[in-house]
């Protein structure tokens, strides 16, 4: 899981390291978050990234740094 370098395995490594579900995106649903996280999903919503970072505590222009 460290070496995932995807939009979706930074994702998830956030969510764990902040100790949330994928039920807890306010706005994004957790199917939505799953498929993220699995690379299903190439480019997200630009709505979907900004809900996702802020719910991190992170910057949308972060979220690849993580």
């Excluded at 930074?10 to 690379?39: M, N, S």
């Amino acid at each position: 899981m460290a070496q995932d370098t995807t939009l979706g395995g930074l994702l998830r490594r956030l969510r764990l390291q902040r100790g949330l579900t994928q039920d807890e995106f306010p706005g994004v649903t957790a199917k939505t978050i799953a498929h993220i996280e699995r690379g299903e999903v190439a480019t997200p919503h630009r709505t979907t990234l900004v809900a996702g970072a802020k719910r991190l505590d992170v910057l949308v222009h972060d979220l690849r740094s993580y």
